[in-house]
């Protein structure tokens, strides 16, 4: 089999993709050696030479480039960054995220490797994010809405404010506002970075926050989308 591997040994160098070097290493010394490859070493071989194609390293330039000027772009690193910062349990990712984060805030100048960027940006969970950060906004700047009583995910401004309200059930409290019936202004959309990857609803929206105040009260908190409704009265 004729392959070359010392184009794809620079690809892989270029395109930051360690391991494929060291596999490429390893196959070309067996082959040196005269040991025939598997059909399962051949397959991953294609593979990985797929994976570092010229055409792969034309995309990391492309990468390179739009990250530098091409506002919108940027802003799509960005929100898929915000996501990811805040996924600890996924260490890589995370720390990939914050990476691109410093570039892009002008704190270093150093850029993830174009394999590292495609992991936290081609899967499921980014499209959820980028639905949700892009898709049509259920509610405006002004609007009247109820928390759903269904939401667990309320990020209070101030924490002590939660002891303001009762949430009804085994916390209700009969003095204070029920939070769940209370009458909220929208005073900010996109309040905050997106952190939850949930499927986009045309109905209910997305994962995207909404800053609010209860009528008649200082009190901000904010509150996703997807956990807004049209309120049943102004209280």
Known sequence: MSFNFAKFRKNAHILGDIKAIE??????????????????QLDFLMS???????????????????????NDFREDARIIAEYYKKQLQYYKLASTAMMILKYLDGKSE???????????????????????????SVWGVGDLVNIRASCNHICWNNPHDISL??????????????????????IAENSRPIVKSLKYSENKGGCRYYKLMPLGMSVKIDVMERDLKKPKKVS
Do not use: C, H, W
């Open 48 to 70: 990985l030479a797929l994976r570092n194609s010229d055409a792969v390293v034309a995309a990391a330039g492309e990468y390179s480039v739009k990250m530098k000027i091409d």
């Open 165 to 186: 309200f009762s949430r009804g059930g085994y916390y209700a409290d009969g003095e204070k506002p029920q939070l769940y019936e209370q009458t909220f202004m929208i």
């Open 23 to 40: 596999i490429f290493n390893s196959i070309e010394d067996q082959q040196k050696d005269g040991r025939k490859l598997s059909e399962r």
């Open 110 to 136: 150093t850029l993830p490797s174009y394999s590292d960027f495609k992991r936290i940006r081609d899967n499921k969970y980014a499209k959820n994010v980028l639905d949700s950060s892009k898709g049509p």
